[in-house]
């Protein structure tokens, strides 16, 4: 979380969309492209990944916190679990379109 992990930091150098392949091509969207993610919450961009080694099953996408340039955690949900009051950034539901 932190990017101080050199071989961590080579292997993902940056936070991106992984999508299911045709998930984007229904949206007319491919590997690479910029893409806006859109919740209630706000928007952010992130370039798109069809082709990696995270396969998100479809109707799911999946964006990583670590990268601060990338401010995922805007766009989740800001509830906190009653018992332990850890955030629960782990999902929402988002609009994706070409950017």
């Known amino acids: 979380m932190t990017r101080r992990v050199p071989e961590l930091?080579?292997?993902?150098?940056a936070a991106v969309l992984y999508m299911h392949p045709a998930d984007a091509q229904a949206r007319g969207m491919k590997h690479q492209d910029l893409a806006w993610v859109e919740t209630r919450r706000g928007k952010i961009k992130m370039v798109l990944d069809t082709q990696g080694r995270n396969k998100v099953p479809k109707?799911?996408?999946?964006?990583?916190f670590f990268d601060e340039g990338v401010q995922v955690n805007q766009l989740t949900l800001d509830a906190t679990d009653p018992l332990s009051l850890e955030p629960d950034y782990k999902k929402a539901a988002a609009k994706v379109y070409k950017a």
């Not at 930091?9 to 150098?13: C, G, I, L, T, V």
């Not at 109707?59 to 990583?64: M, R, S, V």
């Open 59 to 64: 109707g799911t996408i999946f964006g990583a």
């Open 9 to 13: 930091h080579r292997a993902a150098p």
